[in-house]
């Protein structure tokens, strides 16, 4: 049989394994309470805006500024301003979010099964790097699938409050969603390669928050400093400032851009974030004894 | 055509060490194909550590494992053909009977049918009526028969079981005795026990380990002197033990009185174990000695006494 058969197999057995599993509900209610919260906010603020009757264009030149000055970006900031607001606030909200939650769905994938020794019945039938590859997938299939819900909930009250058409919902709440399935991937394969470093579930989880944060923080500083060296180019800031491409939260930048060579770039890299940890993950287990 | 291999299983002067400890050292032995083999050894001796390597569980510091002529982790030449049974690996909680052998049946390429022969696995195995319970929900002794079911799966060329009868009921473990003895034949079956009657009793050959090294190996008849030595025990003594010693092909009889027993050792002048059993008993019953038990050879249990600290 084909590794890409095991990986099917395997992939398929962990989504019903997490779909199935106490956490999995608990996460798949949270997703859809959040998107529930989310379409509340959405409401409140739309709610204010109908008030102050603001004209639509006058709107959308606000959210080009908003967007100009949040990316830095005059063509960004265009770009943007034709998807509706809470669209991209979440998308952008989603952007921090999807480390965490990506990782508290995954990070006992493989480790658990190493403590617990299932992973022996599987390693006499298939490759580790298909089962390895198997759990990647599984756990990208499910958050997209998760982060898909709470962006439904989104559009359903979009379109009910008539804040955007049917077509706009569509085409801008699915692109961002794809965005962030993308970026799912580079955290999928993350979470599976903290996952297989140790046979603990819960010093995986430690260490996945330890390294996830640290990404987090990487990226919020190497912006700070990207900031810095503009004002003073002179500034050591300027040397450190490269360091932005090492994190997987930089290239939203990229992805969001209009300008096509520099998304498919961004969404090159992220994909590539994701292949090359589950890659890393494999190797590990291959060498592992289990 | 490829011709099958005369070894099922060759390990190669393999050596692992935990740390400072070492588990193997340098141990050497092969399985023939189509026989039972057991692993044997006390606590610590290194047979876990053996047959994981075996399993592909393992890697060796050094040496190579074989199986059927292949690298034992070249798992896309030995699925399906190698099958094991882990000793300490528990079920998925999370799935069913059904869910969980039927996925084994998919993993190992039966991609049409897999429900038929995970179901008659499971039968094999007397099952059936648990195909919908979570693994989680099993007995000790049901989880075991279960992990039966799946090393059974298919049609495996080489079977590992490792303490297939560990901490079972001796009613369960005498059916799983049962099982493993009906598989006997169709395949090369590995079985790591502590229980050496029951090694006795199924395997045809085996290796004993102590330290992490090869004490012993061979058949059984070998390892237990069957072909060499016999054992009677009898109501009382004393014994012609003279008119024993002089008896054809016997090179040496002891007698032990406080255990009754009287262990003649022959060589082939003497014929066979049989002859040399009916030959003595002649003896002892033509001077009115009552038999309390005959027995060929010293058992194995006698025998990994002697070899092991």
């Known amino acids: 049989m084909s590794a890409v058969a095991e990986i099917k197999w395997t992939c398929l057995r962990e989504l019903r394994r997490n779909?199935?599993?106490?956490?999995?509900?608990?996460?798949?209610?949270?997703?859809?309470?959040?998107?529930?919260?989310?379409?509340?906010?959405?409401?409140?603020?739309?709610?204010?805006?109908?008030?102050?009757?603001?004209?639509?264009?006058?709107?959308?030149?606000q959210r080009q500024k908003v967007w100009e000055n949040v990316y830095?970006?005059?063509?960004?900031?265009?770009?943007?301003s034709h998807a509706p607001l809470f669209f991209v606030a979440m998308f952008k909200a989603l952007w921090w979010l999807i480390p965490f939650l990506t990782l508290m769905i995954g990070f006992e994938q493989v480790c658990a099964d190493l403590q617990h020794r299932s992973i022996r019945y599987d390693v006499v039938r298939a490759r580790r790097w298909s089962i390895v590859t198997g759990k990647s997938i599984a756990i990208w299939l499910e958050v997209s699938a998760l982060v898909l819900g709470l962006n439904v909930f989104v559009w359903i009250v979009t379109m009910i409050r008539g804040d955007a058409s049917f077509a706009v919902t569509l085409s801008w709440g699915g692109r961002l969603w794809l965005l962030n399935v993308v970026y799912i991937a580079t955290w999928a394969g993350l979470t599976v390669l903290m996952s297989s470093l140790t046979r603990r579930p819960i010093l995986a989880l430690f260490m996945g928050l330890v390294v996830f944060s640290g990404f987090a923080l990487g990226d919020l500083s190497t912006w700070a400093l990207t900031k810095a060296a503009a004002v003073d180019p002179t500034w050591w800031a300027s040397k450190l400032a490269p360091a932005r491409y090492a994190f997987p939260g930089f290239y939203q930048q990229w992805v969001v851009t209009p300008k096509a060579p520099e998304m498919i770039s961004g969404i090159v890299i992220l994909l590539a974030f994701g292949a090359a940890s589950t890659a890393a993950a494999c190797w590990v287990v291959n060498r592992s004894d289990v | 055509m490829d011709r099958p291999p005369v070894f099922a299983i060759s390990l190669q002067s393999i050596t692992k060490a935990f740390g400072s400890t070492v588990a193997l050292d340098a141990v050497s032995f092969d399985v023939t194909a189509g026989h039972a083999f057991g692993l044997i050894g006390p606590n610590g001796a290194g047979k876990t550590t053996a047959f994981s390597i075996i399993a592909g569980y393992l890697h060796p510091d050094s040496g190579l494992s074989?199986?059927?002529?292949?690298?034992?982790?070249?798992?896309?030449?030995?699925?399906?053909?190698?099958a094991v049974l882990p000793q300490d690996a528990l079920l998925p909680t999370y799935e069913t009977v059904g869910e969980f052998l039927v996925h084994m049946a998919h993993l190992q390429g039966i991609e049409?049918?897999?429900?038929?022969?995970?179901?008659?696995?499971?039968?094999?195995?007397?099952?059936?009526?648990?195909w919908s319970r979570r693994c989680g929900k099993l007995s000790h002794g049901m989880?075991?028969?279960?992990?039966?079911a799946q090393a059974f799966l298919g049609?495996?060329?080489?079977?590992?079981?490792?303490?297939?009868?560990?901490?079972?009921?001796?009613?369960?473990?005498?059916?799983?005795?049962a099982l493993i003895k009906k598989r006997k034949g169709r395949c090369t079956l590995v079985i790591s026990s502590h229980n050496l009657h029951e090694l006795e009793e199924?395997?045809?050959?085996?290796?004993?380990?102590?330290?992490?090294?090869?004490?012993?190996?061979?058949?059984?008849?070998?390892?237990?002197?069957?072909?060499?030595?016999?054992?009677?025990?009898?109501?009382?003594?004393?014994?012609?033990?003279?008119?024993?010693?002089?008896?054809p092909g016997v090179t040496r009889a002891d007698y032990v009185g406080q255990e009754r027993a009287l262990t003649v050792h022959f060589d082939a002048t003497g014929g066979d174990a049989e002859d040399m059993i009916g030959q003595v008993l002649t003896l002892l019953l033509s001077e009115k000695i009552r038999i309390s038990g005959v027995m060929k050879g010293k058992g194995l249990e006698q025998r990994v006494m002697e070899l092991t600290d």
């Not at chain 1, 830095?72 to 943007?80: A, E, H, N, S, T």
């Not at chain 2, 049409?112 to 648990?130: C, F, H, I, K, N």
């Not at chain 2, 049609?155 to 005795?177: S, Y």
């Open chain 1, 72 to 80: 830095d970006d005059l063509g960004i900031g265009q770009y943007l």
């Open chain 2, 202 to 247: 199924i395997c045809d050959a085996a290796a004993i380990l102590d330290h992490g090294k090869i004490v012993a190996a061979g058949t059984m008849e070998d390892l237990t002197a069957a072909t060499r030595e016999i054992r009677i025990t009898v109501a009382r003594g004393p014994l012609p033990m003279d008119k024993v010693r002089a008896l």
């Open chain 1, 19 to 61: 779909l199935r599993s106490a956490k999995g509900i608990a996460m798949s209610v949270l997703f859809l309470l959040g998107g529930g919260a989310a379409s509340l906010i959405y409401a409140a603020i739309a709610e204010i805006a109908l008030r102050k009757d603001i004209p639509a264009e006058a709107i959308r030149e």
């Open chain 2, 66 to 82: 074989l199986v059927l002529d292949h690298d034992s982790r070249a798992i896309d030449v030995l699925k399906a053909r190698l």
């Open chain 2, 112 to 130: 049409t049918g897999a429900e038929a022969a995970a179901r008659q696995s499971l039968a094999e195995v007397e099952g059936a009526d648990w």
């Open chain 2, 143 to 148: 989880a075991k028969r279960v992990a039966l």
């Open chain 2, 155 to 177: 049609k495996p060329e080489v079977v590992l079981l490792d303490e297939p009868t560990a901490g079972l009921d001796p009613k369960i473990a005498f059916e799983v005795r």
